[in-house]
């Protein structure tokens, strides 16, 4: 018998019951990705909103570092404002003081406002700190103890720097163990024979030159002594008022010495460059750098230098520099061709 309403058969129970799992898997499905949405947009609103207070404390700092900078800055300018009036004012007391002295026929001497006699110019030594190097120390120690030594001798006696210089010292490879070792003559031909760059006779013998005129008026300090130095190796200002090294005060060139004081170059840099590159312009026979006359003891000839090189080497357009010392320090190099084109 059948029936008028039809009952759904096992298999259209089983596809109404699969419709409705899907149905409610993809509802479930949606709410987890709307839960994830959820989250993934407060999670960018925190990361945003946490970049804003960085960004705004960062702000913050900045303008306090900024405003605290020109603080500063204004503070130092009326600092400096300050120092150039005081300055102008003490140039202004000089110059009174000084048109005083000349009207009382006391200009030969200078005199401090403090009363303390001031150092002539020949007096007024290089302001040397510690030294970097074995050449400096050996200097230095002359330096001290033969100026010491020289404060209780009275002029002219015991002089340890006679007025015909001797190279001899650097052909003296055998060493006499009763010389002094402040004898400045064989401690500097010792230095210079050190120097396996300095290869060449003539630059033996101008680098000699140099360090014994320079030591000769360090030790004496005497207007004769300043006066024989080449010109360009008497000392800088920055020389006499910034405390450097006393292998700075042996360079040619007194703009070169003023920017390595001024620049505060290591000597380690510059001698890796320098020693190997400097150079003295001699286009003749190196050997006749030098000339060998009579000396003082009968059978012992002296080497001195050519009354030719040496005003060659006086003249500081001969000195110049190579290769490697202009790839090292191109500024400077420039400032060498500065002279030469001199």
Known sequence: MSSTGSTPTPEQQQNHSDDTSKEAAA?????????????????????TRWQIHTLTEQVTELTHALNLQASE?????????????????????????????????EGDSEV?????????TYEQVPWNTGACCMS??????????????????????????????????????????HRSMYEPGHVIGDIVRSYKEIETLPKQVAVYYCM??????????SELSYKRLPVWLRPEPAQLEVGHSAWIDRLPWPKIRTYVIENNIPFD???????????????????????????????????????????????????????????????????????TRD
Not at 137 to 161: M, N, W
Not at 215 to 220: P, Q
């Open 112 to 120: 401090a406002e403090n009363g303390e006699r001031i150092p002539k």
């Open 27 to 47: 509802r479930t499905n949606l709410e987890k990705k709307r839960a994830r949405d959820r989250k993934s947009q407060r999670a960018m609103r925190d990361r």
């Open 136 to 177: 400096d120390q050996i200097l230095q120690r002359i330096v001290d103890a033969r100026h010491e030594y020289l404060k209780g001798t009275p002029p002219g006696e015991s002089e340890p720097f006679p007025e015909r210089l001797d190279f001899s010292s650097l052909f003296d490879t055998n060493l006499n163990p």
């Open 212 to 221: 014994y005129m320079l030591l000769k008026w360090l030790v004496l300090r």
């Open 269 to 339: 840099d510059f001698a890796a460059a320098y020693s190997s590159s400097f150079n003295v312009k001699w286009d003749y026979d190196p050997s006749h750098v030098l000339i060998s006359v009579p000396g003082p003891t009968l059978g012992t000839p002296q080497m001195i230098i050519n009354p030719i090189y040496e005003e060659h080497v006086r003249q500081l357009s001969n000195w110049t520099v190579g290769p490697n010392f202009r790839r090292r320090f191109p500024e400077m190099a420039r400032i060498v061709d500065e002279y």
């Open 73 to 105: 800055k204004a503070e130092l300018m009326t600092q400096l404002l300050t120092v150039s009036e005081e300055n102008d004012h003490l140039r202004i007391q000089k110059a009174a003081l000084q048109l005083r002295l000349l009207a009382a026929g």
